[in-house]
T-cell receptor, first 119, second 113 residues
Framework: AQKVTQAQTEISVVEKEDVTLDCVYETRDTTYYLFWYKQPPSGELVFLIRRNSFDEQNEISGRYSWNFQKSTSSFNFTITASQVVDSAVYFCALSEGEYSGGGADGLTFGKGTHLIIQP | SQTIHQWPATLVQPVGSPLSLECTVEGTSNPNLYWYRQAAGRGLQLLFYSVGIGQISSEVPQNLSASRPQDRQFILSSKKLLLSDSGFYLC????????????FGPGTRLTVT
């Protein structure tokens, strides 16, 4: 069975600090996909990134970067020079597998990390 | 571009009353559709998904049901609400095939009193 663990329940940092959100996953499939979502106070989940299990290159998008390491089953998310607008709950999620021709399982989410950026 | 709508935004219902939450998607055809519930302000739980009209798969046995009467319409229902049905309900759509991301609606906050 697949599982996503976000051990950090809440992180509080001062604005402009760098912060890393941890994500550890479990899966028996060799093909899988990892995601990060942001949930601001309004509640709507915002898609940030998707990675597949065959692409271990790190990704950078502005102040955001992601580090995917299959050896440790981790997909960590770093925000550089954090800003108050980054305050939100961040979810890591996992989707397994090969295309089954009609199945469409949903994403397995971690419990989320509540990030608080203090001014 | 694609847009996903949910209504109502908030709902307060007494125990034992019926429920109907609606989700519609614009700008795409034959999407996969999903209902999630987020309880106690945290983790999302997949409730139902649908790959086409009339095709519903349930992930968790419970007091709820789902229907897809049209290609881009997904409805979550209950005949009699329980206190434990309170939560934040999110509808999402995604393309068919493995690994596609899902896009979420604004959600419905349901309080059962």
């Amino acid at each position: 069975a697949q599982k996503v663990t976000q051990a950090q329940t809440e992180i509080s940092v001062v604005e402009k600090e760098d912060v890393t959100l941890d994500c550890v996953y479990e899966t028996r499939d060799t093909t899988y996909y990892l995601f990060w979502y942001k949930q601001p106070p309004s509640g709507e989940l915002v898609f940030l990134i998707r990675r597949n299990s065959f692409d271990e290159q790190n990704e950078i998008s502005g102040r955001y970067s992601w580090n995917f390491q299959k050896s440790t089953s981790s997909f960590n998310f770093t925000i550089t020079a954090s800003q108050v607008v980054d305050s939100a709950v961040y979810f890591c999620a996992l989707s397994e597998g090969e295309y089954s021709g009609g199945g469409a399982d949903g994403l397995t989410f971690g419990k989320g990390t509540h990030l608080i950026i203090q001014p | 571009s694609q847009t996903i709508h949910q209504w109502p935004a908030t709902l307060v219902q007494p125990v034992g009353s019926p429920l109907s939450l609606e989700c519609t998607v614009e700008g795409t055809s034959n999407p996969n559709l999903y209902w999630y519930r987020q309880a106690a302000g945290r983790g999302l739980q997949l409730l139902f998904y649908s790959v086409g009209i009339g095709q519903i798969s349930s992930e968790v046995p419970q007091n709820l049901s789902a229907s897809r009467p049209q290609d881009r319409q997904f409805i979550l229902s209950s005949k009699k609400l329980l206190l434990s049905d309170s939560g934040f309900y999110l509808c999402a759509w995604g393309l068919d095939g493995p690994g596609y991301e899902q896009y979420f609606g604004p959600g419905t906050r349901l309080t059962v009193t």
